[in-house]
Nanobody, 119 residues
Framework: QVQLVESGGGLVQPGGSLRLSCAAS????????MGWYRQAAGKQRELVAH???????NYADSVKGRFTISRDYAKNTVYLQMNSLIPEDTAVYYC?????????????WGQGTQVTVSS
């Protein structure tokens, strides 16, 4: 079992920034991928970004150049720095942890944190 605790969501104006954090604990398999997904109202959950234990990253086209994912390996924590936020970024953001060998969308999930971009 892996437990994920998220923090950092909130309300921000367009053009603003937020930083999400997600700390993992429990039975951490060494070769793993941590990432962020989001689900807007009425839409399917989508991958935002992920980062492997080896440091490889992948981003959705819609966030490239605006969002940065990073990890603190000693703390088993993943971060998502979100800059130049736009209203279309409004969603519930979920942290995900999975063994890298497992498929996208599998593994463990955080409880979700709301991000609202509005003036």
């Amino acid at each position: 079992q892996v437990q994920l605790v998220e923090s950092g969501g909130g309300l921000v104006q367009p053009g603003g920034s937020l930083r999400l954090s997600c700390a993992a604990s429990g039975s951490i398999f060494s070769i793993n991928t941590m990432g962020w997904y989001r689900q807007a109202a009425g839409k399917q959950r989508e991958l935002v970004a992920h980062i492997t234990s080896g440091g490889s990253t992948n981003y959705a086209d819609s966030v490239k150049g605006r969002f940065t994912i990073s990890r603190d390996y000693a703390k088993n924590t993943v971060y998502l720095q979100m800059n130049s936020l736009i209203p279309e970024d409004t969603a519930v953001y979920y942290c995900n942890w999975r063994p890298t060998i497992e498929p996208l969308g599998s593994g463990y999930w955080g409880q979700g944190t709301q991000v609202t971009v509005s003036s």
